[in-house]
Nanobody, 125 residues
Framework: QVQLQESGGGSVQAGGFLRLSCAAS????????LGWFRQVPGKEREGVAT???????QYADSVKGRFTISQDNAKNTLYLQMNSLKPEDTAMYYC???????????????????WGQGTQVTVSS
């Protein structure tokens, strides 16, 4: 059973930084994709960044150059380093896991089978 638990959210001023963590357990399949998604009330969940078991990363255009996704396999933890935060980055951030073969991709959140509870990020101007 895959379990995901996010932490590290909070409130910061514009220009600040946060690092989100996602403790993952039970991800045993060889070809996987881990990702960060975000959602604000009334809008669809959108992809922020993904990393797969081959080491490939993808980013939403809105966060390129500011956010970095990484994983520590020894600690079974996924990270999202968020720098130069903007008010429009305010959202609930979710960690997700999916199978590469099931087309779990940045633009296809519905193909991720496992989700964490989310952590709130609030950026004030």
């Amino acid at each position: 059973q895959v379990q995901l638990q996010e932490s590290g959210g909070g409130s910061v001023q514009a220009g600040g930084f946060l690092r989100l963590s996602c403790a993952a357990s039970g991800v045993t399949y060889s070809a996987y994709v881990l990702g960060w998604f975000r959602q604000v009330p009334g809008k669809e969940r959108e992809g922020v960044a993904t990393i797969d078991s081959f080491g490939n990363t993808q980013y939403a255009d809105s966060v390129k150059g500011r956010f970095t996704i990484s994983q520590d396999n020894a600690k079974n933890t996924l990270y999202l380093q968020m720098n130069s935060l903007k008010p429009e980055d305010t959202a609930m951030y979710y960690c997700a896991a999916g199978r590469f073969a099931n087309y779990a991709r940045l633009s296809l959140p519905r193909n991720f089978g496992f989700w964490g509870q989310g952590t709130q990020v609030t950026v004030s101007s």
